[in-house]
């Protein structure tokens, strides 16, 4: 619920609300402050829905830019592994080389 569609729904339900307390005995003014404060708080919730649904979206951008560096760093270490070991057997060649010489 956002925008206009959430503010109309907020506005249809603070006059249920305020109908029905008026149904059940609330004076008019009592009514009406009951009411003003619902909308004033389904505001609130509205712009806080908004306020979040951005923030998944900039949550889920930054986890894909991570997935991504990460992968990257994942394939730089397979790499400097296996330049690790290949220069490991080099050398281990070049001490069996000097030791049975």
């Known amino acids: ?10 506005t249809t339900m603070v006059t249920e609300v305020y109908e029905a307390l008026l149904e059940g005995g609330t004076s008019p003014d009592k009514a009406i402050r009951a009411a003003t ?7 609130d919730l509205i712009e806080l829905r908004g306020e979040v649904a951005q923030l998944r979206g900039e949550v889920s951008k930054m986890d894909t830019r991570l997935s ?3 992968a990257s760093v994942e394939a730089r270490m397979g790499i400097l592994i296996t330049l690790g070991v290949a220069m490991f057997v080099v050398m281990l060649g070049g001490f069996a080389r000097l030791i049975l010489h």
């Not at 619920?1 to 907020?10: E, I, K, L, T």
């Open 1 to 10: 619920m956002g925008g206009a569609a959430g503010r109309y729904g907020v």
């Open 37 to 43: 404060v619902l909308a004033e708080r389904g505001g």
């Open 68 to 70: 991504e560096r990460l």
